[in-house]
């Protein structure tokens, strides 16, 4: 009888999702309006970039100097977008990709990061005006997110070695979390764009030993500058994240041997990074006029190395590449 009644629900559940996609087609015309906010949601995503070598490393530094290049790749999957009541709702795919290539011998990839995920953005509806342009109005544009991703460096060997030590070159890393975050585009002196997050980890879905010595939140704040022009014909705009972690007592943490225990202070779980992104416009002096999809990149990461398995690593570097540009 449970078996009948099963059945016999599922034409109505068809009928229901019919609806529903014909309601959701009449939905997705957005006004002007919704699109310049879609244009702020996409244009203050995630970047791709490529940076050359080591870098420039400074005192403390413990990532290696034998780094061919680094590179990131972000794709964002336009899902679903749907408008209900006075509120625009994006459902997003976003991919992150990294890789860092080794100068030594068959030059190996190791320990990739894959960083997938489903995100959604909710805008209240019409808010945008001007909020595309860089000269923004006081009031502004406020929207906010919430996905769920994983991270892990795609390994399936041990993550520690006999020693205790972390396996940095085949070990696994891996973890799944939950990201909430409040953006907004506004004037505010220097800047025009921020973003609040704050990340929980499912930390049941760590490797063993990642427990105490890998964060199990963290809250993060990021801030982008208006164009600035530091130089003739290099429209610049300038990036500023902070990141600090909680939930960990390690920097360190080797159950073989624990005298090499290092205790993480409150210094060790704050994280910062600059970015500068450069494009050149020469306007009529070159031929190849304005760089489009590319602009030159500097990235100066201080605090602890924020790729996958090498989490124990001092950073305290300075890299230079080209990178992508949303806006």
Same mark, same amino acid.
């Given at each position: 009888?449970?078996?009948?009644?099963?059945? /016999?629900?599922?034409?109505?559940?068809?009928?229901?999702?019919?609806?529903?996609?014909?309601?959701?087609?009449?939905?997705?015309?957005?006004?002007?309006?919704?699109?310049?906010?879609?244009?702020?949601?996409?244009?203050?995503?995630?970047?791709?970039?490529?940076?050359?070598?080591?870098?420039?490393?400074?005192?403390?530094?413990?990532?290696?100097?034998?780094?061919?290049?680094?590179?990131?790749?972000?794709?964002?999957?336009?899902?679903?977008?749907?408008?209900?009541?006075?509120?625009?709702?994006?459902?997003?795919?976003?991919?992150?990709?990294?890789?860092?290539?080794?100068?030594?011998?068959?030059?190996?990839?190791?320990?990739?990061?894959?960083?997938?995920?489903?995100?959604?953005?909710?805008?209240?509806?019409?808010?945008?005006?001007?909020?595309?342009?860089?000269?923004?109005?006081?009031?502004?544009?406020?929207?906010?997110?919430?996905?769920?991703?994983?991270?892990?460096?795609?390994?399936?060997?041990?993550?520690?070695?006999?020693?205790?030590?972390?396996?940095?070159?085949?070990?696994?890393?891996? /973890?799944?979390?939950?990201?909430?975050?409040?953006?907004?585009?506004?004037?505010?002196?220097?800047?025009?764009?921020?973003?609040?997050?704050?990340?929980?980890?499912?930390?049941?879905?760590?490797?063993?030993?990642?427990?105490?010595?890998?964060?199990?939140?963290?809250?993060?704040?990021?801030?982008?500058?208006?164009?600035?022009?530091?130089?003739?014909?290099?429209?610049?705009?300038?990036?500023?994240?902070?990141?600090?972690?909680?939930?960990?007592?390690?920097?360190?943490?080797?159950?073989?041997?624990?005298?090499?225990?290092?205790?993480?202070?409150?210094?060790?779980?704050?994280?910062? /990074?600059?970015?500068?992104?450069?494009?050149?416009?020469?306007?009529?002096?070159?031929?190849?006029?304005?760089?489009?999809?590319?602009?030159?990149?500097?990235?100066?990461?201080?605090?602890?190395?924020?790729?996958?398995?090498?989490?124990?690593?001092?950073?305290?570097?300075?890299?230079?590449?080209?990178?992508?540009?949303?806006?």
């Amino acid at each position: 009888m449970e078996k009948n009644q099963s059945f /016999t629900g599922w034409p109505i559940r068809l009928v229901v999702a019919a609806v529903f996609m014909w309601r959701a087609g009449e939905l997705l015309a957005v006004s002007e309006n919704d699109l310049k906010t879609r244009r702020v949601i996409t244009e203050n995503m995630e970047v791709s970039y490529i940076t050359a070598r080591s870098g420039k490393r400074f005192e403390g530094d413990k990532t290696g100097g034998n780094l061919f290049y680094e590179g990131q790749i972000f794709k964002n999957i336009d899902w679903i977008a749907w408008n209900w009541g006075n509120t625009d709702y994006w459902l997003d795919v976003p991919i992150r990709l990294g890789v860092r290539q080794l100068t030594d011998a068959s030059r190996p990839v190791r320990t990739p990061s894959y960083n997938p995920g489903i995100r959604l953005y909710i805008a209240p509806k019409g808010q945008a005006g001007d909020a595309a342009s860089d000269d923004v109005s006081k009031k502004g544009l406020w929207y906010s997110s919430v996905g769920i991703h994983h991270y892990s460096n795609g390994q399936d060997g041990q993550s520690t070695l006999p020693d205790g030590s972390v396996n940095t070159s085949s070990g696994s890393f891996n /973890t799944n979390y939950a990201e909430a975050a409040l953006h907004v585009r506004k004037n505010m002196g220097p800047f025009n764009w921020a973003r609040l997050a704050l990340r929980q980890h499912f930390y049941g879905t760590f490797e063993p030993f990642e427990h105490d010595q890998y964060e199990k939140r963290h809250l993060s704040l990021e801030a982008r500058t208006r164009e600035c022009s530091f130089f003739p014909n290099l429209p610049t705009h300038l990036k500023f994240t902070g990141i600090y972690g909680w939930g960990y007592h390690y920097v360190v943490k080797n159950d073989t041997f624990p005298e090499q225990n290092i205790k993480a202070g409150a210094r060790d779980k704050l994280n910062l /990074t600059a970015e500068l992104i450069a494009r050149p416009n020469f306007g009529e002096a070159l031929s190849w006029k304005k760089w489009k999809d590319l602009a030159l990149y500097l990235r100066y990461d201080y605090g602890y190395d924020y790729y996958n398995i090498n989490f124990q690593h001092r950073i305290n570097r300075l890299q230079i590449g080209v990178v992508t540009t949303n806006f």
